[in-house]
T-cell receptor, first 117, second 113 residues
Framework: NAGVMQNPRHLVRRRGQEARLRCSPM?????VYWYRQLPEEGLKFMVY????????ESGMPKERFSAEFPKEGPSILRIQQVVRGDSAAYFC???????????????FGPGTRLTVL | DQQVKQNSPSLSVQEGRISILNCDYT??????FLWYKKYPAEGPTFLIS?????DKNEDGRFTVFLNKSAKHLSLHIVPSQPGDSAVYFC????????????FGQGTRLTINP
């Protein structure tokens, strides 16, 4: 059973370009979380999605960032007009969300390391 | 506002001894706490967790203690092994709702032979 897959693992962009990060959840998982880790910091929640729905985007910057999780295919985190401050590791986690009244484990992918030149 | 804090950026322990990693939180709404282990260039891996209705949870060499009145939790690893060298993140959650994890800054644990 393959784990959470993210690609690319490393992405280099120049200022002003677009970055697209992809996440394929574990088989059977329909819930996806995106987290960002800046250098020397912990992971910070960005967005929580179910198939075709954004459930909570309270951690997403208001501009340039968007996320989707279509009915078919991976979840995409899109960053438009990247700036140097966007350089970070972006982690995706998936969860089965089997129960609402207990914790549903999140399984993390290996991350995409974005470098903005 | 840092709701989950790990005040020790690094910790060095001799192999075979006990490693104690600490974590403080400020939000009394948190009702579930987790420890993750992370190696370089990999994603975090779940290690152990504890519900707020308990004060201790043990799994092999790993034990997590929760002191709700002090809003403090700790991870004990005994005996420490070289393979335990990694960055350890404390995380907190609220079960009802999105279950979005709030992470501390991490503690880099080094086990010396």
């Amino acid at each position: 059973n393959a784990g959470v897959m993210q690609n690319p693992r490393h992405l280099v962009r120049r200022r002003g370009q677009e970055a697209r990060l992809r996440c394929s959840p574990m088989k059977g998982h329909s819930h996806v979380y995106w987290y960002r880790q800046l250098p020397e910091e912990g992971l910070k929640f960005m967005v929580y999605l179910q198939k075709e729905n954004i459930i909570d985007e309270s951690g997403m910057p208001k501009e340039r960032f968007s996320a989707e999780f279509p009915k078919e295919g991976p979840s995409i985190l899109r960053i438009q007009q990247v700036v140097r401050g966007d350089s970070a590791a972006y982690f995706c986690a998936s969860s089965p969300r089997l129960a609402e009244s207990s914790y549903n484990e999140q399984f993390f992918g290996p991350g995409t390391r974005l470098t903005v030149l | 506002d840092q709701q989950v804090k790990q005040n020790s950026p690094s910790l060095s322990v001799q192999e075979g001894r006990i490693s104690i990693l600490n974590c403080d939180y400020t939000n009394s709404m948190f009702d579930y706490f987790l420890w993750y282990k992370k190696y370089p260039a990999e994603g975090p891996t779940f290690l152990i967790s504890i519900s707020s209705i308990k004060d201790k949870n043990e799994d092999g060499r790993f034990t997590v203690f929760l002191n709700k009145s002090a809003k403090h939790l700790s991870l004990h690893i005994v005996p420490s092994q070289p393979g335990d060298s990694a960055v350890y993140f404390c995380a907190a959650d609220i079960i009802q709702g999105a279950q979005k994890l709030v992470f501390g800054q991490g503690t880099r644990l080094t086990i010396n032979p």
